[in-house]
């Protein structure tokens, strides 16, 4: 159970054989929904035709290309689904699986609608069903490579444990022994700590809830990382990260697509067992919720992230409580969130790790639909909120921002440059890093993780 639990979904078999079923079960409905239905046998009347093979697989084709067009254009401007388009390589891994579902249908179609003299009654309908048995499975055959490349570009689950959510399940809650003691702190500052012989090699992963005491905001769970350093006796005072996912999202993609603990690991044994204790929090309440970071119609997020979190983080876990050593982080929304959290709230969060992040939040495409949505059409309210105007109004000196963007990613390439202008003028101290070969995917955030933590070690005083 552990090996199927272990089998990973982006690479080794479950590809091969996803590539194996998925081109033979295209080159199977390409074929055999291109063919004309079988003639009636000893020389009756004609069954109906199919076009010829090239012209039935070619209009499925383009067919499935106006139907993915029209879909995607719907999500987009009609539904408002997503706040922006959706990458091009997902469109593209699309189309195959529509496809198929045409001339699957085409297939299915010409088999039931047409009589067949030389199969007739029992005999006929063994063909039918046998016809549709093969079809099905090579229509499956394609969704499945589909699926496994779509879920390849970005990267969030990487084996069946992640998938089925097995490996979360087995988080436990954040225990006594792992949170701050009543009083005074007993940690030490983490200049005068010396890393002790017996510390652990690995960090621990947790789970709490964080309740919404000022912001009646209901979040799901989070998840916290602590550090080999942690565990010592004394703690050090360790910096903080809070960190948010993308939209549509949960917590968990941080620790499946961004890979956070091993990441996190890595990172503490090249450091004497130090790293920042990791808060991984929801700002949404829901996978497909969106509450732009703001305090705004839709929920009081900015009052949770900004009021709420601090609080839960500074009564529960022995950290530095110096701002200076806090650090809000994200991918795609979460970027944007993590940005909106350092350029209001900078007494609380004195930097950011933003990869990938949008210009500004958003719900649709439209601007208008987001300002009529979250502060029923009151331009100015949401104007101001945002970290371009607000760069353009404040200075941040002495804070400081990185920012990452896939290489295969221009449209946040675009916003990654503007940003990061915008941030410079405003004073903060600015790195940016285009990630290699990555798009909006999470293997942006898992590859520039560490990159950002390098950018933060000598604001947080980390041992290198």
């Not at 039918?128 to 390849?152: E, F, P, Y």
């Not at 097995?166 to 792992?178: S, V, Y």
């Not at 709490?208 to 350093?229: D, K, M, N």
């Not at 997020?301 to 950290?319: C, H, K, Q, S």
Request: net charge neutral.
């Amino acid at each position: 159970m552990d090996f199927l639990e272990d089998l990973r979904l982006v690479d080794g078999p479950v590809l091969w054989i996803a590539w194996a079923a998925g081109s033979a079960g295209l080159l199977y409905l390409l074929w055999r929904g291109g063919h004309r239905a079988r003639r009636a046998a000893a020389g009756s009347q004609a069954a109906p035709r199919w076009p010829s093979l090239p012209l039935a697989s070619a209009a499925a084709v383009l067919a499935a290309a106006a139907l993915l067009a029209g879909a995607h254009w719907a999500m987009i401007y009609v539904f408002s689904v997503f706040p922006g388009e959706l990458p091009r390589e997902v469109l593209a891994w699309s189309l195959p699986a529509v496809a198929a579902l045409l001339l699957w249908l085409m297939r299915l179609w010409g088999a039931w609608r047409a009589p067949d003299a030389r199969a007739p009654g029992r005999v006929g309908s063994r063909h039918r069903a046998r016809t549709t048995a093969v079809s099905t499975a090579a229509l499956l055959g394609v969704v499945l490579l589909s699926a496994v490349q779509i879920n390849g570009y970005f990267g969030l689950n990487h084996t069946v444990s992640d998938l089925t959510g097995t490996a979360l399940a087995r988080i436990q809650p954040l225990e006594e022994g792992l949170k701050r003691a009543p009083g005074p702190s007993a940690s030490v500052r983490l200049a005068e700590w010396s890393m002790p012989a017996d510390l652990p090699e690995g960090g621990v992963l947790r789970r709490a809830g964080i309740p919404g005491t000022a912001s009646g905001f209901e979040s799901r769970e989070a998840y916290v990382y602590l550090p080999p350093a942690y565990q010592a006796s004394p703690r050090p005072a360790l910096p903080v990260l809070v960190l948010f996912a993308g939209q549509p999202g949960a917590p968990a993609d941080w620790l499946t697509g961004g890979a956070l603990r091993s990441r996190m690991d890595r990172y503490a044994a090249a450091h004497q067992g130090v790293a920042p204790v990791v808060v991984v929090v929801d700002p949404n309440g829901s996978a497909a919720g969106n509450t732009l970071c703001m305090d705004s119609m839709i929920a009081q997020a900015d009052t949770f992230l900004a009021e709420d979190v601090p609080a839960w983080i500074n009564r529960t876990l022995d950290v530095d409580p110096d701002a200076r050593h806090w650090a809000a982080g994200g991918f795609s929304f979460g970027a944007t969130c993590a940005l909106q959290m350092v350029t209001r709230h900078p007494d609380i969060y004195s930097s950011a790790l933003a990869f990938s992040s949008e210009q500004e939040p958003a719900l649709a495409k439209e601007r208008e639909k987001t300002i009529a949505a979250s502060f029923g059409g009151d331009t100015e309210a949401f104007d101001r909120q945002t970290p371009l105007r607000l760069m353009r109004e404040h200075r941040f000196d002495g804070h400081a921002l990185y920012f990452a963007a896939g290489e295969r990613d221009p449209e946040f390439i675009g916003y990654l440059e503007v940003l990061s202008d915008a941030a410079r003028a405003a004073g903060f101290t600015v790195e940016a890093r285009l990630v290699p070969d990555a798009g909006h995917s999470w293997e942006t955030g898992s590859k520039g993780l560490p990159f950002g933590l390098d950018f933060l070690a000598s604001r947080w005083g980390i041992p290198q």
